[in-house]
């Protein structure tokens, strides 16, 4: 029902220029270059002019969709096919086939500044209350292939760095590729009494790909995604005892295996369902685009009850400048 309702609003590329531009106009448009807000529309080249010193601002420009070549109408449907269910997520091969497309990397690069642009936005939160962080690992692929000037293909590590291959594989936690992930999750405790059921419910999540599991990084990540009036339930691992001394309560225990669905139950969900998620999917995933995926998969699933058209959600989004070239 909601594709129906999507495609007899937006069913060409003329529709969409036509809701863009009202969109951007409800916005206000602000002149880049002197910081004017009146303008005119010029419509021989869709364009607005300041009023003030005569710059232009093309439809595009300061979007989400800015520098792209791509038809608006591939964005629209883009932005609807990666929104309009938590169920159903796209690889870039199936996006391609949906939008009837024949550059893999256009549509690849315009689904990356989507994840982008909702990381961004959710950036913007805190979460409170109660809660639980823990950490899982993922499993990724730690480099990727660049050309040099001189024509040698070299494998690079996300940091565009010479990748070297390690001597041997590890265990637990540092293991050889896999990417430490720190999930923060609301928890908060009901009255459930089914034995069959989680005994608190789920509120807000957040997911950070971490270079290190270290007391700084831990720091780091609390202080800018979690309130200082929350109280947060950890695992005993030393770096969070950093957390006494950023939330106003912290709780650690010892959690085995066996008890981590009981202790960190929504925390140790969330990390179940994107894993099983990211290899259906995409079946291996680049440890430089991590953070990329689980933004979609976070942003997704924040908005799970949400009673607004998710297009709408995410169409403010592209069109309020959370995106820069």
């Not at 916005?27 to 232009?56: D, L, P, T």
């Not at 990329?292 to 592209?318: H, M, S």
Request: aromatic share 10%; net charge positive; glycine share 6%.
């Amino acid at each position: 029902m909601l594709n129906e309702i999507f495609f007899k609003q937006f069913p060409d590329e003329l529709s969409c220029r036509a809701h863009l531009k009202q969109s951007r106009e409800k916005e206000g448009i602000v002149c880049k270059n002197c910081g004017g807000v009146h303008h005119f529309w010029m419509e021989n080249q869709a364009k607005w002019e300041c009023y003030a010193c005569k710059s232009r601002t093309n439809l595009k420009s300061g979007t989400m969709m800015q520098g792209s070549k791509l038809p608006l109408h591939a964005w629209y449907k883009c932005l609807h096919y990666m929104t309009s269910t938590k169920i159903v997520t796209l690889s870039a091969v199936q996006m391609m086939r949906n939008l009837n497309l024949t550059t893999y990397s256009a549509v690849w690069y315009m689904m990356h500044k989507i994840r982008i642009s909702m990381g961004k936005q959710d950036a913007k939160y805190k979460l409170g209350g109660k809660m639980e962080i823990d950490d899982g690992y993922f499993e990724v692929v730690m480099y990727h292939n660049r050309v040099t000037e001189t024509g040698v293909n070299v494998k690079v590590d996300k940091n565009e760095e010479k990748y070297v291959f390690p001597d041997k594989k590890k265990r637990g936690r540092g293991t050889e590729g896999k990417r430490a992930v720190m999930v923060m999750v609301e928890s908060v405790p009901t009255k459930n009494t089914n034995p069959n059921k989680k005994d608190r419910q789920m509120g807000f999540v957040k997911m950070v790909a971490m270079d290190n599991l270290q007391e700084d990084s831990v720091a780091f990540e609390v202080a800018n995604g979690v309130d200082t009036d929350s109280n947060v339930v950890t695992d005993k691992h030393p770096s969070y005892n950093v957390l006494k001394e950023l939330v106003i309560g912290h709780k650690a225990e010892v959690v085995a295996p066996k008890e981590a669905m009981r202790k960190l139950p929504w925390v140790h969900t969330v990390i179940a369902n994107a894993k099983r998620k990211f290899l259906g999917i995409y079946h291996s995933i680049n440890d430089k685009y991590l953070q990329n995926y689980l933004d979609e998969f976070v942003y997704k699933l924040n908005r799970n009850d949400f009673q607004r058209d998710p297009f709408d959600g995410i169409f403010k989004v592209a069109i309020r400048g959370v995106w820069s070239d």
